[in-house]
């Protein structure tokens, strides 16, 4: 031993000789003597085979002064060279603790300043790098150098060099697992500029300072978890996936391994919870190994306060989320026991200002629903007020979001409960969101649990303060989405609760203007048909049609253009079709009182719109039963006739149209037998020709096909006097401005002839048919061909009434028309008629 001793002092000696000049040289004027100087000390120590005893004496003992002054060097080369001098010996010599007396102090002086004093970034890099070295080579021998490792971390942490920060955060870990019965003296100082640099631009440096953060708290002052709680939250929302995993890693760690955890669990809880949902699967499925982790980990340690529930453990809920593994029962019991705390802070960030916080939020709610189960009930208040504000919110997600949520509501909590809160609140505010709920929370639910409640929610969602309070689309919507919920939840067992769903499906079919959800209001009728095991929606009317009307017809005294019972009645006439025919009693009182002339003027012009609709196919709606004909004279005299008299205003004229249309409807379907049609000819017949003078051209051109239709029927029984005031107002339609109702006055005189018979004494009236002819032969000249033409057939059909008159009539005026092609046309017509009558009585 003795022996060696002088050799290594021997040794130590050389080295001294040859590094005496070259340790001058580092106090020489010249930077390029100096830096010569310490590349020549690097080839005489470090970089020659000496001994780990020699380096260490030859550094402590010689060196080690002379290179942390060099760190003061004006040259920038001399100083990084004594950085690198300074590292190479700190990683050789074996007792590198016998150096920070000099080498902490030095450190600190140089980054741990007000002011930067190293200027070069990369040596402070090389610095940070150095003292990086120390922690991991001295370990514990640190300890009494806390204060001046703190002021260097303090300064280089929020380094403006994005790779010194880096480091700087290694090195804060690093130092606090050397040292941590010392270190949690100092942790706290340090979180500050941590929190400074979480949110940096370089991805790199934020996982960095997420990372030390935990290292720092894990082993310093757990009470710090309060001030960078906010700050790990904003990352969660890092576009960066990486750094979103470094949150979800320190939680999870702190969760599992933190000392004072439990008293944390309610806000680190959340925050690895929010991970459920990353978008990147490898950080959702961190976050669920972790999540296991711990539920497991508290289970054991709370094993006798869990001896029963492990013992007896509840069934898993029959309508529990497809695809959705259940939590282990430490996990679930760990959000029983945080709920009260956790739910009040996610019920806030539903709120916020900020999207992505409410999407974050919104997924959070779902993931504690899910494990809290059954103990949600005990906190209804607060999160159905939460689920009905966010179910306003404009971003979709978050709406799809509290939707899930009301599910798992529906699965867990006993529908009584949640039925006296929400249908409370339906009936005294019905809104949007209180239906979106109440649909989610019906899909959730159990068939055999919800049955009891049926009548309750149909005879809610069919209360007129609740189903006729908005005609907005979205409020329809989600209205439809309630019946379809019950529909696919209860199936058969919605026979019992079909009127009022159906009920509410006539009322969105009335109220909305969309198309879209009118069809799928339809669709839902069928479904509503077909659960029940009808064959269509026609069974459905058929089944509730005489309560529908008594439904709709309560207040139909009162009822105007806008009255939604009004648009309900509406809509079951268009829709029932041929059911309508078998309720005639209860329909008729309904519409004579409804279409009296001292009632609303836009609701009788609705109801005649509708009315026309049902007599153009007669058959197949009022007259399916062949009842209609019963009810055919009250139609014509106690409605219609009332509202073809003349009342000054546009209202009234277009209520006289819609009349007078819904009367040619009634004679399209020849429902009306010749017997009818002569008993109110009387009363009806003046109405109409008074509407030939209407201002209205399609009120004008009805009439005319209606006084034609008229005489079809039943012309032929007419007395001459009728006969003879229907003709003048038909000749004077020849005049009208429009083409169309010449036409048709026209061809009504076209029949008007053919009602001629032998009761009509053509020589009594022999001044009628000849101011007949002479108006018609004005009209064989008009300019139109199709007018000619049409009273040229009207001329040849009365011909054969008095062909002498005609005869002569032709001849006086047929020089004045512009071409006499008719006027012979009509002659050889008459010609030829009463030939064919001479050979007729010469053969007989």
Request: overall charge negative.
């Amino acid at each position: 031993m003795a022996t060696a001793m002088a050799t290594e002092q021997c040794g130590v000696a050389e080295v001294s000789q040859a590094l005496a000049r070259h340790l001058n040289c580092l106090n020489d004027g010249n930077k390029s003597t100096r830096r010569r100087a310490l590349e020549a000390i690097r080839r005489e120590t470090v970089e020659k085979a000496l001994s780990s005893a020699v380096l260490q004496e030859i550094f402590c003992g010689l060196l080690l002064k002379p290179l942390l002054r060099c760190l003061l060097d004006p040259g920038e080369k001399c100083r990084e060279l004594a950085v690198q001098l300074l590292r190479q010996f700190v990683s050789s010599v074996p007792q590198p603790e016998e150096a920070l007396p000099y080498l902490l102090p030095a450190l600190s002086q140089r980054l741990g300043g007000l002011e930067i004093a190293e200027p070069a970034e990369e040596l402070r890099l090389a610095l940070v790098e150095l003292l990086v070295l120390a922690v991991e080579v001295c370990g514990r021998h640190l300890a009494p150098y806390l204060e001046e490792m703190v002021k260097v971390l303090l300064r280089t942490i929020v380094d403006p060099f994005s790779d010194v920060k880096r480091e700087s955060c290694r090195c804060a870990a690093d130092y606090a697992k050397c040292i941590p019965e010392h270190f949690h003296m100092q942790s706290e100082s340090l979180i500050k500029p941590l929190m400074k640099s979480i949110s940096h631009q370089h991805s790199k440096v934020r996982v960095a300072v997420i990372q030390a953060t935990g290292t720092v708290i894990q082993y310093g002052n757990g009470k710090s978890v309060d001030d960078v709680l906010s700050h790990f939250a904003q990352r969660l929302f890092d576009n960066a996936p990486q750094v979103r995993r470094a949150v979800t890693d320190v939680v999870g760690n702190w969760l599992l391994d933190l000392r004072d955890r439990y008293s944390y669990f309610h806000k680190l809880i959340p925050l690895l919870l929010s991970s459920f949902n990353d978008e990147i699967p490898e950080i959702r499925q961190l976050a669920g190994d972790y999540w296991k982790k711990i539920g497991q980990q508290w289970q054991e340690e709370n094993e006798e306060d869990l001896k029963d529930k492990l013992d007896f453990s509840a069934p898993t809920p029959p309508l529990y989320p497809k695809g959705m593994e259940r939590p282990g029962l430490g996990c679930r019991e760990l959000i029983f026991r945080n709920l009260s705390k956790i739910l009040p802070a996610v019920s806030r960030d539903m709120t916020d200002w900020v999207v992505e916080t409410r999407i974050k939020a919104s997924q959070l709610l779902t993931v504690l629903l899910l494990h809290a189960e059954d103990h949600i009930t005990q906190h209804m208040a607060l999160i159905l007020t939460t689920l009905y504000h966010s179910c306003s919110d404009e971003e979709t997600q978050v709406v799809k979001n509290c939707i899930e949520s009301g599910k798992l509501v529906g699965c867990f909590v006993n529908p009584e409960v949640f039925m006296k809160m929400n249908l409370q609140a339906l009936k005294s505010s019905a809104s949007p969101p209180h239906l979106i709920i109440l649909a989610a929370f019906i899909g959730g639910c159990n068939e055999d649990l919800l049955q009891p409640h049926l009548k309750n929610i149909a005879n809610v969602l069919s209360y007129p303060d609740v189903c006729q309070v908005s005609e907005r689309v979205v409020y329809m919507e989600q209205l439809l989405h309630c019946v379809q919920s019950l529909i696919a939840a209860c199936g058969e067992h919605c026979r019992e609760i079909s009127l009022q769903l159906l009920q509410v499906l006539v009322t969105i079919v009335a109220l909305t203007s969309d198309q879209e959800l009118h069809d799928k209001a339809l669709k839902t009728m069928g479904s509503l048909a077909e659960v029940q095991g009808l064959i269509s929606v026609l069974d459905l009317y058929k089944q509730h049609i005489t309560e529908l009307l008594q439904w709709v017809s309560v207040t139909h005294q009162q009822w105007n253009s806008y009255s939604v019972q009004q648009l309900q009645f509406e809509s079951i006439l268009i829709q029932a079709g041929p059911i309508i025919g078998e309720v005639l009693q209860d329909l008729m009182p309904i519409l004579r009182s409804c279409l009296e002339p001292r009632r609303d003027p836009e609701m009788r012009l609705k109801l005649f719109t509708v009315l026309s609709k049902l007599l153009l196919n007669a058959n197949e709606t009022v007259n399916s039963r062949g009842q209609f004909p019963d009810y055919l004279e009250s139609i014509i005299k106690d409605v219609l006739i009332p509202n073809l008299l003349w009342h000054a205003g546009r209202t009234a004229a277009a209520i006289r149209t819609t009349a007078v249309t819904c009367l040619w409807a009634l004679l399209h379907s020849q429902i009306l037998s010749e017997g009818q049609a002569l008993k109110v000819h009387n009363d009806l017949m003046p109405q109409v020709l008074s509407t030939l003078e209407e201002d209205s051209k399609l009120t004008r051109l009805v009439a005319c096909r209606i006084v034609g239709a008229f005489l079809k029927l039943c012309g032929n029984q007419f007395s001459p006097d009728k006969l003879n005031a229907v003709y003048p107002e038909l000749l004077k339609r020849l005049d009208d401005a429009s083409d169309d109702v010449r036409v048709a006055a026209a061809k009504a005189l076209h029949t008007w002839f053919q009602c001629i018979n032998d009761d009509y004494e053509r020589t009594t009236f022999h001044s009628h048919i000849e101011y007949l002819y002479r108006g018609l032969l004005v009209h064989l000249d008009d300019p139109d061909s199709n007018i000619q033409h049409t009273v040229l057939e009207v001329l040849q059909e009365g011909s054969v009434v008095c062909p002498f008159v005609l005869r002569e009539e032709v001849n006086a005026v047929k020089h004045k028309h512009r071409s006499p092609f008719y006027c012979e046309q009509l002659l050889q017509h008459i010609d030829s008629a009463q030939n064919s009558t001479q050979h007729r009585k010469d053969g007989s």
